[in-house]
């Protein structure tokens, strides 16, 4: 059967195991995940410190984690196609047994192997090269063969370094050692790729199979699907905001399209929707849950060990980009309704827009509302009660779930989801949203651990794991106790237990994948590291771009799209980040630009996510086919089309950091939300060809315009006037005296790199406070001297604001720019949004007069 072929539930077996072994091995295989589930519980608990029993360090849950999932690989997912689906061969058991064994040489030889560092005897030696192997059949069952073959080369070139080419040769690794670095070590397969699958990401990911199974992927549909249905091209807009809730919860692209996707797709395409458009939308939604927070992809919590950022200011940045890519995708829904020249259905007419915007603006305000009244009303609590915040904070939840129970037990139950049910009427939104306000408290729970407490984000998970283990448990019996009406039945707790074990064993097969891809990553990234690969490769990518940062960005971007056609987008991010990352925020440096890293991460971040949608392997895109029944690479290529949107952020968020908040103030940050936000409705309308009517080119054209405009206004501005004026490098200290505290000081550097090349590099420092120049040049750090003309460095002082920028003794100091009295970029909003008046005015030219909008074009 071909992969177009290919049906949902057979993809949604290729993605978490296409076998389903009966009689004992079925038991034994859902006991195994099972326990992991339990096992990782257990590791991200305080209990063990508590009873002071099974606490492991961070080598040997990696050890023990990667165990379970090698184990696992090689009993649900079948070496061929041809291979048995109904029972495991012997072989498979035995090929398992093995690797979980290799696997878990760490854990049960730990004290011995640490005693004797890089000291590898013949089981040491044995037993690394066939975890090794075994971990690439592992990888090539779970994930395909790219990722494997990827590994495989690396590898290979460690052995092979001094036979290489000049350009990529290097002095080479003895067979022993690769094997010690690579499996004995931390630094390849348990390394940090590892440790991150084992200590946050398989809590958020059960997290997500805790909430599924509860309801809440229902819930969020049918909210969403009551809210919007009943708007032109409603089933579509719902697809959207359906997929950014669940999203939020699923750490898998193809999880989601088929969650959401079985439900909405086809409704879209019987409200007018093609079957490759329908399948389209559901694709650029459901991919875009990994970059919505508070809970997004695996990738982000590597991004925490990787930067060394919280994982709460990791949220922080990827907001508002998130937000803004979502409302975009509403439009471009809304658009292609307009197109197709939809009615709303369900015999409701459509409010006028001064209602819709009330109503948008009350439950934004609502939202917040109770966002603030969780923040601060917990925060509060926790200087209040002390020591007893926690039972106090447990009473608290307690009583609001009784209540809200309370609450949906008064409406009835939410029917299953029916794709093909009557569209003349819709949920009434206000049953739909009171059955499920219960389900929102885990993610009040996930919040305030993350956001107030401010625990680590694998602990912050466990007790959101927890609500939904109470919730799973208790709200069976609880509703079918509290409701008046006989004539519904909940469940009884036995029900609720058969719940919560399908959770357990969801969240475990759902994440053997995701192990396995963190681990294989682990290779390469061992080999990167052990070889100094990634400074031959900052050299070829800086010779291909031929210096020129938007190329290497270009070159990035591709490169992520090309591996990301055969690897899961947590090992693509991992690739990609671990070797091009450092040579982006190099490169930016050589070009004045200083790029911060966290939005270089985000970069491969994106175009990581992008590769799920990308034809011809967009995995993603054949899920949403087989559901929709249409053409798999047309639903990608349509899909690519939607997620434009995507692509072009990750651009403007290098050249325009405020979009990630930093260094953002509250209100400057609210003002950029609205401006980018409208500035990527008008590149989605110029991409769709579609705004008040259809665009002709010229007006394509210029809305793009707009939209950079609104996007980056500092690029006209500095081109009008420079924000920085020349100062030579003898003069710094005088410079500093006149310059305002807080301000920042540019100086192009001139020193040698890792490997002894000269090279120039921009660096930013902050002007501190001080009376004199030479207070401030005290402050900062640096003591400079003067010889044959050249200002040099002479010492930097350890963890000063110097040193975190790069400077360092010998260095040279080529030039000083100081920032001058500029001119407020945002003034360039202005000629934008007069060039959008003229557009808007042409475009108004050839409406009829009866579909004229009052101001602008509403949503529906």
């Known amino acids: 059967m071909s992969e177009k072929q290919l049906s949902v539930e057979e993809l949604i077996a290729q993605d978490v195991g296409a076998r389903s072994p009966k009689g004992l091995m079925a038991k034994f295989s859902a006991a195994l995940a099972l326990l992991w589930s339990l096992f990782q519980l257990w590791i991200a608990s305080p209990l063990p410190f508590i009873v002071g029993v099974g606490i492991f360090n961070s080598t040997e849950q990696r050890s023990i ?79 395909g063969p790219p990722l494997a073959i990827i590994a495989l080369v690396f590898l290979a070139y460690s ?5 290489m080419p000049s350009l990529l040769a290097h002095r080479g690794v003895t067979f022993s050692a690769l094997a010690n670095h690579q499996w004995i070590t931390t630094e390849g397969v348990f390394g940090i790729a590892l440790g991150v699958s084992t200590s946050f990401v398989f809590l958020f990911v059960l997290f997500g199979a805790l909430l599924e199974r509860a309801g809440a992927g229902n819930y969020f549909i049918q909210l969403a699907f009551s809210l919007l249905g009943h708007m032109r091209g409603g089933p579509a807009k719902a697809a959207v905001v359906a997929s950014g809730l669940t999203g939020m919860i699923s750490g898998s692209s193809i999880a989601n399209v088929v969650t959401t996707g079985t439900f909405t797709i086809p409704m879209m395409k019987r409200t007018g929707f093609s079957a490759e458009k329908a399948g389209a939308v559901e694709v650029a939604a459901s991919v875009n849950g990994q970059i919505m927070p508070p809970v997004m992809g695996a990738a982000a919590f590597l991004m925490v060990e990787y930067i060394g950022m919280p994982y709460v200011e990791i949220i922080k940045h990827a907001f508002l980009p998130a937000t803004i890519s979502y409302i975009a995708l509403l439009y471009i829904v809304h658009l292609e309704s307009m ?89 009434k939104t ?34 959101g794991s927890m609500m939904l283990v109470f919730i799973l448990l208790t709200q069976r019996p609880l509703l079918s106790w509290m409701r008046k009406d006989d004539s519904y039945s909940d469940g009884s707790f036995k029900d609720g237990l058969i719940d919560l074990r399908e959770a357990l064993l969801a969240g475990a097969r759902n994440m053997i994948g995701i192990g396995i891809a963190t681990a294989a990553a682990g290779l390469i990234v061992g080999a990167v590291s052990q070889t100094g690969v990634g400074l031959v490769l900052a050299d070829l990518v800086e010779l291909l771009s031929m210096g020129n940062l938007l190329l290497m960005l270009l070159l990035v971007a591709v490169f992520s799209l090309i591996l990301g056609m055969g690897l899961p987008t947590t090992a693509n991010y991992i690739v990609v980040s671990s070797l091009l ?15 911060p890293l966290i939005a270089v991460h985000m970069f491969v971040f994106y175009f990581g996510i992008m590769a799920d949608v990308t034809p011809p392997v967009g995995l993603a895109s054949f899920a949403a086919a087989a559901v929709s029944k249409g053409d798999p690479i047309k639903t990608g290529i349509t899909a690519f089309y939607y997620s434009l949107r995507t692509a072009a952020l990750p651009f403007l968020f290098i050249f325009n950091t405020d979009l990630l908040l930093i260094d953002v103030s509250f209100w400057h940050g609210v003002l ?167 557009v808007i005015f042409l475009q108004r030219r050839r409406l009829p007069i009866k579909e004229q909008p009052p101001l602008s074009t509403p949503l529906a």
């Open 159 to 163: 052995l092979a370094g001094p036979y």
């Open 339 to 427: 197109k197709l020249g939809l009615q709303p259905i369900g015999g409701r007419e459509p409010k006028p827009w001064l209602r819709r915007l009330t109503g948008f603006a009350f439950g934004v305000a609502l939202i917040s509302g109770l966002s603030l009244a969780v923040y601060y009303g917990l925060g509060w609590l926790k200087p209040v009660l002390g020591e007893h915040v926690l039972p106090g904070v447990g009473l608290l939840l307690t009583i609001a779930y009784l209540g809200l129970l309370k609450v949906a037990a008064s409406v009835a139950p939410l029917p299953p989801e029916d794709p093909n049910a009557k569209l003349d009427t819709l949920p």
């Open 672 to 838: 950029i939300f609205i401006i980018a936000t409208a500035a990527m409705l008008i590149f989605a309308a110029s991409t769709q060809g579609f705004f008040l009517v259809r665009s002709r080119w010229y007006e394509g054209i210029l809305l793009l315009l707009v939209a950079f405009t609104l996007f980056r206004p500092g690029f006209w501005m500095d081109l009008l006037h420079d924000p920085y004026r020349d100062v030579a490098p003898n003069q710094l200290e005088q410079v500093l005296d006149s310059l305002a505290t807080d301000s920042q000081l540019r100086l192009r550097i001139s020193g040698e790199d890792a490997v002894g090349d000269t090279k120039e590099f921009s660096v930013l420092l902050p002007v501190p406070s001080g009376n004199t120049g030479a207070e401030r040049l005290e402050k900062l750090g640096l003591m400079l001297y003067e010889q044959e003309g050249k200002v040099l460095i002479d010492s930097v002082s350890f963890n000063s604001p110097a040193a975190d920028a790069g400077l360092d003794f010998d260095q040279q100091i080529l030039l000083v720019r100081a920032p001058t009295q500029s001119w407020i970029k945002e003034l360039m909003w202005i000629p934008g949004f007069l060039v959008l008046a003229l």
């Open 65 to 143: 984690h990667l165990a379970f999932a090698l184990l696992l690989t090689f009993l649900v997912f079948p070496a061929l196609k041809s291979s048995p689906r109904n029972r495991v061969p012997l072989q498979d058991i035995a090929l398992g047994l093995v690797a979980a064994a290799s696997a878990a040489y760490l854990f049960i030889f730990y004290q011995e192997l640490s005693q004797r560092p890089g000291t590898l005897t013949t089981a040491d030696l044995v037993t690394s090269c066939v975890g090794i192997v075994l971990l690439l059949e592992a990888t090539r069952r779970a994930l």
């Open 430 to 463: 206000r049953a739909v949203l009171l059955s499920g306000l219960h389900f929102l408290l885990p993610v009040v729970v996930l919040v305030w651990c993350l956001m107030v407490e401010r625990l680590s984000p694998g602990l912050s998970a466990f007790w």
């Open 581 to 595: 990352a450092p040579v982006v925020v190099t490169l930016g440096q050589q070009n004045g630009l200083i790029v």
